[in-house]
Structures are given as C-alpha cells and as structure tokens.
C-alpha cells in the first residue's frame, strides 16, 4: 500500500487547491424546521449510518403510501434489501444527493419523515 499526504501552502486559496476524490459530507445543505404541528425537525443530507433508521421508517409505511412513492407496490423485504439501501445511503454528494428529515425532539429517538 501506498500512502501520501500533500501540504500547501496557506497563502493558497481553498478553490485553487486539487478536487477530492471523495467530496465531504454537504454540511451547508442542514437546517432545522418545525412542521406544522410544531414538531422539530433536522432537514440534512442522508449519510452512510442512516440504513438502519431506513430500514425501520420502511416497516412503517403503508401499502397506500408504498404506492403513491414508488408508483407500485414493492415487498418490505425488497424495499429493505442492504444492495438496495447502499445505493440510497452511500451518495458521492457531488452527484447525487437524498435529503432526509429526522424529528429531533428531546428524549425521544430520531425518526423519519
């Protein structure tokens, strides 16, 4: 393996330095909202450690609602599929991006919208 680390100089502005491989996580795309009922909630790019809040927000959609977002009905356990949720939970942020909203009331664990 090979391993390298490549110093600038601090006179160098941030746009003239190399692109990354890999962009970092879009922290300028989170903010908080509160719906309408007043509940808070954390609008922010969806992140790798997400898949399993992922799985459980999925067991707790409706056929109705399977219907209406996926314009068909697709079983749990193919909605849920790891191969299926990688590619939904692992985004190269310069492409493309999932934006998720997570209810951030105190006490309580995080939730899906």
């Given at each position: 393996m090979?391993?390298?680390?490549?110093?600038?100089?601090?006179?160098?502005?941030?746009?003239n330095?190399p692109?990354?491989?890999?962009?970092?996580?879009?922290?300028?795309?989170?903010?908080?909202?509160?719906l309408?009922d007043?509940?808070?909630?954390?609008?922010?790019?969806?992140?790798?450690?997400?898949?399993?809040?992922?799985?459980?927000?999925?067991g707790?959609?409706?056929?109705?609602?399977?219907?209406?977002?996926?314009?068909?009905?697709l079983?749990?356990?193919?909605?849920?599929?790891?191969?299926r949720?990688?590619?939904?939970?692992?985004?190269?942020?310069?492409?493309e991006?999932?934006?998720?909203a997570?209810s951030i009331l105190?006490?309580?664990?995080?939730?899906y919208?």
């Amino acid at each position: 393996m090979d391993a390298r680390i490549v110093l600038h100089n601090l006179e160098i502005g941030e746009d003239n330095l190399p692109r990354l491989a890999i962009r970092p996580y879009p922290q300028q795309y989170v903010r908080t909202w509160k719906l309408k009922d007043g509940t808070p909630i954390l609008i922010r790019p969806i992140r790798p450690e997400d898949e399993p809040m992922m799985v459980k927000f999925h067991g707790t959609l409706s056929e109705n609602t399977v219907l209406f977002r996926y314009f068909g009905l697709l079983k749990l356990e193919r909605r849920v599929a790891h191969d299926r949720l990688v590619r939904m939970c692992f985004n190269d942020y310069d492409r493309e991006l999932a934006i998720v909203a997570v209810s951030i009331l105190p006490g309580l664990s995080h939730r899906y919208f």
